[in-house]
């Protein structure tokens, strides 16, 4: 019996100390391993006889229990103490900035967006957007053309109902519409996004992009329009001379209205913009119809302005020299990574447009 409170008293203040995993371990094998020193005061129990033997196993089974109580104590302690440890040592900085492994590229069309919206926020324009999902009437009727007017079968478009009354928007021109029904004039906007219509090849896709530009004040015209366009035209494609004509066109939300063509040559294989004596079109325009105005409460004997519509995906094309327009759209991941950009390489007009 003494043998037992020697043990209990000698293991009690070992316990007691500061101990490592392993110490409590070798503790634990001392104790209860094979051999260990509790283990074998219970094959003394047997020797004993009935009486002392039920006072010798109660005081043994106490001093077990109370042993093992204090062991896994400390083993607690001791995971406790390490994950506070961890947790003081292993510190992550949230604020350090990302290291990406893989780095993302921006789509040359995103890119091209952005460019376009840095220019024409120099010269005071702001950007709205619209809905892809349209309706009939701000898509084709409030923008003066109604319903039969042969205008409506050049767009091909895709109608989401059989009483067409909801379709996916054939150009931005919609958001004109759009922002002039819930302002008052002066208005000066631009409007990028997704236009649809049911047409590819080579050079046209179901999908592809433009911008819109509306500028809507007092005693605005062609000539506003067209220093507008010529600054633009330069900055996009950073040079300082760009020769640019007016042809005269049709639409029926513009009157008059204009296509505009700029200049070019092809040099060594490449294009080069602004020289030579090729022509290609980039965009339509014009002096915003009088019916339009009035389709949005704008009185055309107060405000007039003019409006333009790029296609987007075309200047991308020219300016980064990609000559296949779907492969804008089939999401071929080595083709992005060698057309794509640096998502930090924003473009701006101070920083430059271009890598
Ligand atoms: N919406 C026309 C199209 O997609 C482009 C256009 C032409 C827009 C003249 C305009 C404009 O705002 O004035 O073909």
Known sequence: MSDLK?????????????LSLEQINQIKTELFGKNGLISTQFKILGKLSESERKQFASELNKIKEDLQNLISQKLKDIELSSINEKLENEKVDITLPARPIIKGKIHPVSQTIDAISSIFSEIGFSVEEGPDVENDYNNFSALNTPD?????????????????????????????IRTMMKDQPP?????????????SDQTHSPMFHQVEGLHIDKNINMGNLKGCLNYFIKEFFEVDKIKMRFRPSHFPFTEPSAEVDIGYEIKDGKI???EGDKW????????????VLKNVKVDPNKFQGYAFGIGIDRLAMLKYGINDLRSFFECDYRWLNHFGFDPLDVPTNYRGLSR
């Open 187 to 199: 208005f000066k906007i631009i409007a990028p996004g997704r236009t649809y219509r049911s047409d």
């Open 280 to 291: 290609l079109e980039i965009l339509g325009c014009g002096m915003v119809h009088p019916n």
């Open 6 to 18: 020697n043990i209990h008293r000698e293991y009690n203040s070992k316990l007691g100390n500061k």
């Open 148 to 176: 039969n007017h042969p205008a409506r079968d050049m767009h091909d478009t895709f109608y989401l109902d059989d009483e067409k009354k909801t379709l996916l928007r054939t150009h931005t021109s919609p958001v004109q």
């Open 272 to 274: 080069i913009i602004g």
